[in-house]
């Protein structure tokens, strides 16, 4: 009772003077932290609470009162002892604790119930000593203040009492508020996460039987994935004859077009199925209330097993590989990129095309993921930046066909025009034929642009950077010359070498290089007898060949020290030095004074019973959400179907 008393203001309403609970309990922590300079802080922010709304909660105006005459005793009493300020100033103290230990018990005869009992007995219910219900009767009846060291007891005690009272019970009501939140908005993306993943796997599943030569739904080998399919249908057909606000609110292009696409397709081809399925993911797409949408729209992607598919998947888009270009080794098999386009131009549309370059980057970083993985989101991003630098290309030669066409006063309609431009650019620029083509109304991504964003990628540069940056050094603003994109290439290289296994044409194995010696052959191996002397000749140039102390002798010729750290070899010191230890850092208390000693507003931690009953990492950070074992669902298996059916 006390403590829901002491959350709400002095007349009863709930006030929130914090911007953010992790200002609350940083405050909490300060005031409790038993660090002068930290409860300074911690005052000075229960003083802005105050500017903000004058009525604060109980708790918080008995914890600012306390804090007041703590502090200005904190202040006092060194000048007083020391006589810098007159005796008179201890009587000032005794009237303010006086009045901040009486407007507590003030506060707290009004909780709950206890408005018809004494303040003892209401003293007695909260767990505060009586005694100090008699300094609140000595200070207003009494022809003298109690002592100061008394009033200082009082007030350390009351100042516990709110920790477990106010702090601590309310820390414990936000903490179990922010676990349910959490839950349910964990349930919530959990929900959406499966939504959208569904819907990928069931588009992937049609798309590969398309590719497999499969026409009608009907023809598909797999019963669950034709209901699956009839289902869709008939949900689709059920929204475009609802004319609801909502549903014409939602409208575009791929809804118009599975309006037309439905009327026309008596018999239900899987081309109609899949048109539904991009419906579908963007109407997802479209929905403003799903938390996280970029990053679960980018890991179902990532997850999906023919986005970045292992060896046996990406046989699939590989079997009608025939024509070789100068791209085939920085771009993925034409097949796939194709395989994929409506879902990319999606991406585009929805303004997700940015996050998803941005997640493959951080992908490519990530050493904990498979090469094979970082490699083919490598591929994805040069893919994608080509297809920019084509549609860059594209808009310079649009300008100069509106110019020509401007002079000789033709007119054509916007999809002559358009595909007049990509027959033009691809007489241009041949070796762009393999990669999408954006429509000609599309503009590039910013970040591919911006030589900031760029410059980051170089001075972070690894094994896979060299599969993609091309294309981007041809996008960036301010154009930079050829000669410098040669350098910036030359650089990129020297840092990272790549060794391929000729017997294995899909194996790719790194190696980093540091200087330009690590370039040359090794002359002189390591490790044979012949060589010995050879080798010290050719590495006398390191050293002087003399030894200045007798703890440090030469290493032996297999000594690989490419392996050593960069720096003085042991014997090239002049002097013997060795390393200092590291110096113990001694944690220095802010409370030096002996126990019984009183210092105001300094509380013994032990008497803090219900500190550690609370998980700060809980409060201020969110659940660690527990790995779950992925079920096996219906899409999966229909998807595995499908792989299966393409294969063979």
Not at 501 to 527: A, I, M, R, V, W
Request: hydrophobic share 40%.
């Amino acid at each position: 009772m006390a403590s829901m008393a002491l959350s709400m203001g002095q007349e009863g309403v709930k006030q929130v003077p914090w911007f953010s609970l992790a200002e609350w309990f940083q405050v909490y922590k300060q005031i409790y932290s038993n660090d002068i300079d930290e409860q300074m802080k911690g005052y000075e922010t229960l003083l802005v609470w105050k500017a903000r709304i004058p009525k604060l909660p109980i708790g918080i105006d008995c914890t600012l009162s306390i804090m007041q005459v703590c502090i200005r005793d904190r202040e006092w009493t060194p000048k007083i002892n020391s006589g810098e300020l007159p005796l008179s100033y201890e009587n000032d103290l005794c009237l303010m604790y006086s009045t901040t230990i009486m407007r507590l018990l003030n506060y707290i005869s009004n909780v709950g119930h206890t408005k018809q009992t004494s303040l003892f007995q209401i003293a007695q219910q909260l767990n505060i000593p009586k005694w100090i219900v008699n300094l609140r009767h000595d200070t207003a009846h009494s022809h003298e203040l109690p002592s100061i060291g008394v009033l200082k007891i009082a007030v350390n005690i009351l100042l516990t009492w709110l920790h477990e009272e106010y702090w601590v019970a309310e820390a414990k009501k936000i903490e179990k508020c922010l676990i349910t939140e959490e839950s349910m908005k964990e349930v919530q993306e959990t929900e959406e996460v499966q939504d959208f993943s569904d819907l990928i796997e069931l588009w992937t599943s049609v798309s590969l039987y398309i590719h497999a030569g499969y026409h009608l739904v009907s023809g598909v080998p797999d019963s669950q994935l034709k209901e699956t399919l009839q289902d869709l249908r008939s949900y689709a057909i059920s929204l475009l004859e609802k004319n609801s606000e909502d549903v014409e609110s939602d409208k575009d292009n791929y809804v118009e077009a599975v309006s037309d696409d439905i009327k026309k397709d008596k018999k239900y081809t899987l081309e109609t199925a899949r048109i539904v399925l991009l419906s579908e993911i963007s109407r997802y797409l479209n929905k403003k209330i799903i938390p996280n949408k970029k990053d679960i729209v980018c890991n179902t992607l990532f997850n999906s097993e023919a986005f970045l598919p292992n060896k046996d998947v990406l046989s699939i888009f590989t079997q009608n590989e025939s024509s070789e270009s100068k791209l085939e080794k920085d771009v993925l098999p034409l097949d796939m990129v194709n395989f994929w386009k409506d879902i990319i131009f999606l991406l585009y549309e929805k303004d997700l095309m940015e996050t998803l370059i941005v997640k493959l980057l951080e992908l490519i970083d990530n050493e904990e993921v498979k090469k094979e993985k970082r490699l083919l989101a490598s591929l994805w991003l040069s893919s994608i930046s080509y297809s920019f630098l084509k549609l860059d290309n594209a808009h310079i030669i649009s300008r100069l066909l509106e110019y020509q066409l401007e002079r000789t006063r033709k007119n054509l309609s916007p999809k002559v025009f358009e595909l007049k431009v990509k027959e033009e650019t691809d007489r241009i620029y041949p070796h762009l034929k393999c990669v999408l083509w954006f429509n000609i109304s599309d503009t590039v991504l910013p970040c591919l642009t911006d030589i900031k964003f760029i410059s980051k990628l170089i001075s972070n540069v690894n094994e896979f950077s060299v599969k993609f940056i091309v294309p981007m050094l041809e996008l960036i603003s301010p154009k930079i010359d050829k000669e410098s994109k040669q350098l910036l290439l030359n650089l990129m290289n020297v840092y990272v070498i790549a060794i391929v296994d000729k017997n294995d044409k899909n194996s790719y194995e790194y190696e980093k290089t540091f200087t330009l010696k690590d370039l040359q052959p090794d002359e002189y191996p390591l490790g044979t007898e012949n060589n010995q002397n050879e080798l010290e000749n050719k590495t006398s140039f390191l050293v002087d060949q003399k030894i200045r102390n007798n703890y440090w002798n030469f290493a032996v010729t297999t000594c690989n020290w490419r392996e050593c750290p960069i720096g003085l070899l042991p014997w090239q010191n002049d002097t013997l030095e060795f390393i200092k230890p590291f110096n113990m850092v001694v944690q220095k208390y802010d409370i030096s004074v002996l126990e019984s000693e009183i210092v105001p507003g300094i509380i013994d931690k032990k008497d803090l019973k219900m500190q550690s009953q609370i998980n700060w990492d809980n409060v201020l950070r969110k659940k660690k959400r527990l790995k779950r074992k992925r079920e096996r669902r219906s899409t999966d298996v229909i998807m595995n179907k499908a792989l299966e059916a393409v294969k063979k």
